[in-house]
């Protein structure tokens, strides 16, 4: 079993959330811990645009969630209503990728059994802090915590992939392969193939902040295109 980094970062960031959420004085933070594991994301800029759309997409979940509660009440039936509207919202406004996280909150938000009005809103907006202290914890771990770098596993990869290749190239001109093993090498190197182009989508998504770092960045990218 291989035990990557955003496995780590992934304990690390439920950590954090749990950990602020009690510290703001947040009974059951558990919310919290979940947001943070199902919003942990391979890279940084894909971190950042999860984050951006998780809390756009549960404020519009927790906005239901409250309007369905103080006009129509928390019967199942009003809940999986609610639900089957905030996935259609969903898909009408392509934030499906959110799409999990934000059923979740509407089902914790409308389960707090207040029937108190105000008091329910309240809870409704402290339930919804607690996605967003898991969302921003995930993000911010990624961010500072052994943040991807995928140039040198690009390089690697791309540098096993042409070695095979090669080798292949020359056992087969010389008719020293068998069938059996060539068909289990192709689809090795298929399936090193895709993990090649995952490595590539994720390594053009990393933004550079700086000019001279971007330009840079810009060069190497199309030297791997190539």
């Known amino acids: 079993m291989h035990l990557g980094a955003r496995s780590l970062k992934t304990g690390v960031a439920v950590t954090l959330a749990l ?27 894909r971190s950042i645009h999860a984050m951006i759309q998780n809390i ?51 089902i914790f938000i409308m389960s707090s059994g207040m029937s108190d009005n105000v008091a329910f809103l309240y809870e409704g907006i402290r339930r919804f802090s607690m996605i967003c202290i898991g969302v921003i914890s995930a993000t911010l771990v990624n961010l ?37 093993k060539i068909k289990q090498e192709m689809a090795e190197l298929d399936s090193r193939k895709l993990k090649i182009e995952n490595y590539y989508h994720w390594y053009k998504e990393e933004r550079a902040f700086r000019k001279r770092i971007k330009s840079v960045k810009l060069r190497r990218t199309v030297i791997s295109v190539k």
Request: proline letters at 4%; charged letters at 5%; zero cysteines.
């Open 56 to 106: 756009y997409g549960n404020l519009i979940g927790a906005l239901i969630a409250v309007a369905a509660v103080i006009f129509f009440g928390d019967t199942p039936i009003v809940v999986g209503l609610s639900v089957v509207f905030v996935i259609a919202l969903h898909l009408k406004f392509n934030l499906h990728h959110t799409l999990t996280l934000t059923m979740v909150t509407v």
């Open 19 to 45: 950990m602020t959420a009690m510290a703001l004085g947040m009974t059951s933070p558990i919310m919290a811990g979940v947001a943070a594991a199902m919003t942990t994301r391979p890279s940084v800029q």
């Open 144 to 180: 500072l915590i052994f943040p991807p770098h995928y140039e040198n596993t690009l390089y690697t990869q791309i540098l096993t992939q042409t070695t095979q290749l090669i080798k292949w190239t020359r056992l087969l001109s010389g008719g020293t392969s068998d069938n059996r």
